[in-house]
């Protein structure tokens, strides 16, 4: 079965920094991209950020791209968002989920449940 966790959510001020971990089960990890994605209160979903299957390729989305970091350990099938400069619109609950294929383009076939980003001062 195929098990995608996320944690390290929380409240953060204007300006902090969080750390989501999302950790993997149920499939060979590193021989596929991963993503993860937010939702916004009363909003659609949004793509954040794509890593490749061996996390040398990673891209962003333009409202993201130089303050979030995304990141993978293959020998702990964990995947990881660094979040720095954080803002109020960056409030959402944020999902990893996993591409079809090794490479960061396409669809998904398996969501985590989500962990809730605030901030706020």
């Known amino acids: 079965e195929v098990k995608l966790v996320e944690s390290g959510g929380g409240l953060v001020q204007p300006g902090g920094s969080l750390r989501l971990s999302c950790a993997a089960s149920?499939?060979?990890?590193?021989?596929?991209?991963l993503s993860w994605v937010r939702q916004a209160p009363g909003k659609g979903l949004e793509w954040v950020s794509g890593i490749n299957n061996g996390g040398g390729i990673a891209i962003y989305a333009d409202s993201v791209r130089g303050r979030f970091t995304i990141s993978r350990d293959n020998a702990k099938n964990t995947l990881y968002l660094q979040m720095n400069s954080l803002k109020p619109e960056d409030t959402a609950v944020y999902y990893c989920?996993?591409?079809?294929?090794?490479?960061?383009?396409?669809?998904?076939?398996?969501w985590g449940q989500g962990t809730q980003v605030t901030v706020s001062s």
């Open positions: 989920a996993k591409y079809l294929t090794n490479w960061p383009q396409g669809g998904y076939d398996y």
């Open positions: 149920g499939f060979t990890f590193s021989n596929y991209a």
